[in-house]
């Protein structure tokens, strides 16, 4: 089964953006679309969006001004970008594998907690 | 108002059952969706449970007991979780979740305790 570790830096400033990285090893990207979710300390989980090896993507609305998820096959990594952030970004960001064919955020990371913060 | 709306707390004792409820937002029928259930215990990412449409279309999470199963509350517009046999491993945050218009949405939650 595929496996999923995501890196990128713990604080960030507000107004700056929020980049994340995820390292996917295991199996085939081209068998999975690759989701970022979050979730805020205290708070739900949020679905940002997805990437399918295609590039095509689809974003939450309410973040779609601010997002930006991009795939890199050939390194076997997924990647999130977030713009402009504020506090209200603070979160636990995990990237999720959804195998094609399914609707099931079946694969997850273990997260990593991004604090805004100056 | 959200689509899809979860009571925030619910608390059962050990070797009862547990129901937890997943209410539509009017205008999403309930039974034209796939209910995704996700259970999340602190420290850990949340952990696919159980998918439901209908008993004729469901899917068990690799490795969830047979204890946790789906359902549907057409006249509430509503999809069910149900845990028998409760056991301490199975407090935590529960999530569902519904694709529309190919993206994801989640409930906000519901804290079990098993006490």
């Known amino acids: 089964h595929v496996q999923l570790q995501e890196s990128g830096p713990r604080l960030v400033k507000p107004s700056e953006p929020l980049s994340l990285t995820c390292t996917v090893s295991?199996?085939?990207?081209?068998?999975?679309?690759w989701n970022w979710i979050r979730r805020p300390p205290g708070r739900g989980l949020e679905w940002i969006g997805y990437?399918?090896?295609?590039?095509?993507?689809k974003y939450n609305p309410s973040l779609k001004s601010r997002i930006s998820i991009s795939v890199n096959t050939s390194r076997n990594l997924v990647s999130l970008k977030l713009n402009s952030v504020t506090a209200a970004d603070t979160a636990f960001y995990f990237c999720?594998?959804?195998?094609?064919?399914?609707?099931?955020?079946?694969?997850w990371g273990q997260g990593s907690l991004v604090t805004v913060s100056s | 108002q959200a689509v899809l709306t979860q009571p925030s707390s619910l608390s059962a004792s050990p070797g009862a059952s547990a129901s937890l409820t997943c209410t539509l937002r009017?205008?999403?029928?309930?039974?034209?969706?796939?209910i995704h259930w996700y259970h999340q215990r602190p420290g850990s990412p949340p952990r696919f449970l159980l998918r439901y449409k209908s008993d004729s279309d469901k899917q068990q999470g690799s490795g969830a007991p047979s204890r946790f199963s789906g359902s549907k509350d057409s006249s509430a517009n509503a999809g069910i979780l149900l845990i028998s046999g409760l056991q301490s491993e199975d407090e935590g945050d529960y999530y569902c979740?519904?694709?529309?218009?190919?993206?994801?949405?989640f409930g906000g939650g519901t804290k079990l305790t098993v006490l």
């Open positions: 999720v594998g959804v195998e094609v064919g399914s609707t099931n955020f079946d694969y």
């Open positions: 990437v399918y090896n295609s590039g095509h993507t």
């Open positions: 295991g199996d085939s990207m081209i068998n999975y679309y």
């Open positions: 009017t205008g999403f029928n309930v039974t034209t969706y796939n």
């Open positions: 979740s519904i694709w529309h218009n190919s993206a994801g949405t």
